[in-house]
């Protein structure tokens, strides 16, 4: 090395400890920071509006015009939990998180005038499929939210807010549907989790449809304002709790590649040229396996179904949601390739985050840049494994993927550093280090 590059590589060592030094002052920061590629990272939390639970109580509602970043933008992440009216996060063991998801619409400006009144008040804008008349959400997860990453990695994002997209006479807004029930004093935890509907003493759906005598558990069991059964006598107080959130996201601009949102769910077993998302039935049921099974040690329920993506690229971003039970769950090309495999982890712990037996996070597939593509019109394979140790109901076996439609160059090295937020050194101080 000469001497001129090595005093360039120690100007540039000074200057980046220099700068370490700057950030340690400064911190904490504000939520705000650059990214990679140099555009302006931002991050904001947020409070749904506040939902009451008591003693086995169910809350499912949905929440429209939730507060949610306005502008043409590129959605980074989204990571939620429950927590009460004083902040504290809330324990599956309590409180349980069977899901929430968000996603946006389109509501009618000025639905008081007189050319309004025959236009619907609102239009649901989905993601990109395969089941998006019934799995249309841009994000959701379930008791796993506090250790799943939804990091969308750059240079990707979710495009969100661009104005061409509402149709005229609309303006996009979002909303957010939670999913929660209250555990204390239940005579069986996992049972009121599962939705059984013995425990509900449900008979009926939320539109009083007489339910099928093989349908033993389930949502259609632990709608809204259902109750589950609690121990004789058991008292506890009404909870005021709220779902918190926290939306990461950059102004939208050619440096952001798009991704689309894909959604799988391996109850789809309609033949995969005869799909139409309708047939996704979201939840189903596993059998306790049989005395053989158990004493070979073999007791895996595997559910596989086929399903086509209408558009290929490459896959940025995977993961899976399972329900408690679930061993994980896998995507695979239709030549039988591995592409995305998410499994759960389990809690040990009483501790929000922690909580012994319930599916506290789902591992991610971040594979390199143009590492794993599919094609356009490819049929791939949807395997969720439960175990099947004891009988399960209302079990979901999703598959989330990111797809990039265009090809483009991996992004830059940068040494990025994390106080209360990410702040990323510019790639020009540390391209020579």
Request: contains cysteine; aromatic residues 10%; negative net charge.
């Amino acid at each position: 090395m000469s001497s001129r590059a090595l005093v360039g590589m120690m100007r540039r060592v000074a200057i980046l400890v220099l700068f370490i030094a700057l950030l340690s002052v400064i911190a904490p920061l504000p939520l705000e920071a650059l990214n990679v590629r140099g555009h302006l990272l931002k991050s904001k939390t947020f409070l749904s509006p506040a939902f009451f639970l008591h003693p086995g109580s169910v809350s499912n509602k949905f929440y429209y015009d939730v507060p949610f970043p306005r502008g043409h933008l590129a959605l980074k992440s989204f990571n939620a939990e429950v927590v009460d009216e004083n902040g504290v996060p809330v324990p599956l063991h309590e409180t349980y998180l069977h899901h929430w998801v968000v996603e946006p619409y389109y509501a009618l400006k000025n639905s008081d005038s007189a050319d309004a009144q025959k236009l619907p008040k609102g239009i649901i804008a989905r993601n990109s499929g395969v089941c998006k008349k019934t799995l249309g959400q841009y994000y959701g997860l379930g008791s796993e939210t506090r250790h799943t990453a939804t990091w969308v990695p750059d240079p990707y994002g979710i495009e969100i807010g661009n104005p061409e997209n509402p149709p005229e006479g609309y303006e996009e807004k979002w909303l957010i549907n939670v999913h929660a029930i209250d555990t204390r004093g239940a005579i069986d935890k996992l049972g009121c989790t599962e939705c059984k509907c013995d425990l509900y003493n449900m008979t009926i759906d939320e539109y009083g449809r007489k339910l099928p005598k093989d349908y033993i558990g389930g949502l259609y069991c632990c709608y809204d304002e259902t109750q589950c059964k609690v121990k004789e006598g058991f008292n506890g107080e009404l909870r005021k709790l709220f779902l918190r959130y926290t939306v990461t996201w950059l102004d939208w601009s050619d440096a952001v590649v798009p991704v689309k949102i894909y959604i799988f769910d391996v109850t789809d077993t309609s033949p995969p040229d005869e799909k139409s998302g309708t047939a996704c039935k979201v939840e189903y049921q596993v059998e306790e396996c049989t005395p053989e099974n158990r004493a070979k040690n073999e007791c895996i329920d595997v559910k596989v179904t086929k399903e086509v993506i209408p558009r290929g690229g490459d896959i940025v971003f995977g993961v899976a949601h399972q329900h408690s039970g679930g061993i994980g769950a896998s995507l695979h090309g239709q030549d039988g390739r591995l592409l995305c495999a998410s499994i759960p982890s389990y809690g040990n712990g009483e501790e929000a985050g922690n909580e012994d037996n319930y599916i506290v996070g789902m591992s991610t597939c971040y594979p390199k840049p143009g590492s794993v593509k599919v094609s356009d019109g490819e049929v791939l394979t949807v395997v969720s494994n439960y175990s099947s140790d004891r009988q399960h109901t209302g079990v979901m076996g999703l598959l989330y993927i990111l797809v990039a439609e265009q090809e483009q160059p991996a992004p830059k090295p940068a040494l990025c550093f994390s106080f209360p937020v990410t702040w990323c050194l510019p790639t020009w101080l540390t391209s020579n280090l």
